[in-house]
């Protein structure tokens, strides 16, 4: 366990003005978004989407770290670069998610846990040695009637902590993503209810876990009215219950917090994220970690298509530095207008 590499890496995943790229989509996901696009979910035409994002001319002024999937670790650029070699050399960190994904929850109907404990030791050694400088691992918290359960919490809780001790111990850095889903009728209320409850009990793990929070960065989903609910919550409201979670839950010794967008609009997304970080006096830097809210409007500008890639990679690069002045409390709804 290499203490001064943690450091490094979790305070240059949160530096000024930089957030992550979540290209971590499992295939089957992959499918669902490339649908939208009727475009096929062949092997190449991931390698060939991702390398766009990646190859983006100046993403790294905004971007401190991609979250990559096992078949995308092991993929090059049209040159012939891996992936992770090449975002290297742009002084890009190079991430991985090692859960093997959310399963039902043996007698917890309409609950998950999250799996991937078994070998992790072994695939935290090989991705290390491929690049890899922090993993991702998610859990999946859903709001409905009488659920969350404390079964649920703690589960996912204890496998969380268990994921994060491993990778300390490989000198990965532990993004711990304790995942809230927005959909659902419920309440903003009942949002920020659930997601103190995931939180404590994720925190009390990673702590009866030995797991240092100086060497970990928190994803976070935002406090925000369930998708189906009929009052949604503005800007200032989501903003100031999500801050208030996590200064009640989230020690000062954690390097930073980022979000995920979790099917938010991708201004919505910014907007949040810039009204947080807008706010003084926090303990942590706040970033992004998003894959929908960044990747949206390149996909649909790309459509499969390697004569939109130029098209493709402007609209990523609007988003990103659109995210990055957020990330500053500097984003501005005016500048939308700008496109890249
Ligand atoms: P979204 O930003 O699309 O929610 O994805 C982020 C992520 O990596 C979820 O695990």
Redesign the pocket.
Known sequence: MDKSLLARTAAAMVAKGKGIL?A??SSGTCETRFKTINTACTEENRRAYRGLLFTTPGAEQFISGV?LYDETIRQKTNDGVLFADYLASKGILPGI?VDTGAKNLALCPGEKVTEGLDGLRERLAAYFKLGARFA?W?AVITIGEGIPSASCLQANAHALARYAALCQEASIVPMI?P?VLLEGEHSIERCEEASEAALRATYAALAAHQVSFEHTIL?A?MVVSGKSCARQAGVDEVAERTLRVLKRTVPAAQPGVV??????SDVA?TAHLNAMAATPGLPWPLS????????NPALNAWQGQSTNAGAAQRAFHHRARMNGLAAQGKWQAALEQQAA
């Open positions: 979540a971590d989509e979250i998610k991702k998610r993503e995942e994803k989903s979000f995920l967008s979790g099917g938010q997304a992004f970690s998003y894959s929908r809210a960044l990747q």
